[in-house]
């Protein structure tokens, strides 16, 4: 089965410093999709960032990057330059890239990382 | 605006009273899903439909009923709520199963079951 695991149920950074919220996953695809969501306190779930498997090249958007270790089934979310509206939970989220009749559009949660911004 | 919409945002209810959390999106996807997030488990993925008239079981379907007559609107149905069903509830959609942008959320259903 696949699996995503956030090991850092709580994590805490400086305003303006720089932090770092890891996921690591397992599958025997070659291809898929990774996913980071925010989820602030007012519970929307945001998209911040997506990679796709087959690039090798890392995303990157504004603030948010992530490192990508495919042979290490790794997916590491940095936020540079910390904001107060940074404070929330970060979900890591899996899914299968669609072929076949096996892939159902799930997204697989981690448990979840809350991130909390002091200034 | 494009946006999935919930209903109600809270819900408190007995244990046995059937009830009904709405879920309606205004972009023409194809895709719906439903996840209940619980402490320590992440999402989880309760029901899905690819289109109308098409729905699945996901992960944790054990309680809920679900239907899609139209493909705007995708009703998640408890007809018997349990304690074990309290949980903070969200309906998702995307243009078509498997899209590499991820899936819109509703606003989330905070369901407490006494």
């Known amino acids: 089965a696949q699996t995503v695991t956030q090991s850092q149920p709580e994590m805490s950074v400086q305003e303006a410093e720089t932090v770092t919220l890891s996921c690591t996953y397992d599958?025997?695809?070659?291809?898929?999709?990774l996913f980071w969501y925010k989820q602030p306190p007012s519970r929307q779930m945001i998209l911040v960032i997506r990679?796709?498997?087959?690039?090798?090249q890392n995303a990157t958007e504004n603030r948010f990057s992530v490192n990508f270790q495919k042979a290490a089934k790794s997916f590491s979310l940095k936020i540079s330059d910390s904001q107060l509206g940074d404070t929330a939970m970060y979900f890591c989220?899996?899914?299968?890239?669609?072929?076949?009749?096996?892939?159902?559009?799930?997204?697989?949660f981690g448990q979840g990382t809350t991130l909390q911004v002091k200034p | 605006e494009a946006q999935v919409t919930q209903n109600p945002r809270y819900l408190i209810t007995v244990t046995g009273k059937k009830l009904t959390v709405t879920c309606s999106q205004n972009?023409?996807?194809?895709?719906m899903s439903w996840y209940r997030q619980d402490p320590g488990l992440g999402l989880r993925q309760i029901y899905y439909?690819?289109?109308?008239?098409?729905?699945d079981k996901g992960d944790v379907p054990e309680g809920y009923k679900v239907s899609r007559k139209e493909k705007r609107n995708f009703p998640l149905i408890l007809e018997s709520p349990s304690p074990n069903q309290t949980s903070l509830y969200f309906c998702?959609?995307?243009?078509?199963?498997?899209?590499?942008?991820?899936?819109?959320f509703g606003s989330g259903t905070r369901l407490t079951v006494v």
């Open positions: 998702a959609s995307s243009l078509f199963y498997g899209v590499n942008y991820g899936y819109t």
């Open positions: 599958t025997s695809e070659n291809n898929y999709y």
């Open positions: 990679q796709e498997a087959y690039k090798q």
């Open positions: 989220a899996f899914m299968n890239r669609p072929y076949g009749s096996s892939n159902t559009g799930k997204l697989i």
């Open positions: 972009m023409n996807h194809e895709y």
């Open positions: 439909s690819m289109n109308v008239e098409v729905t």
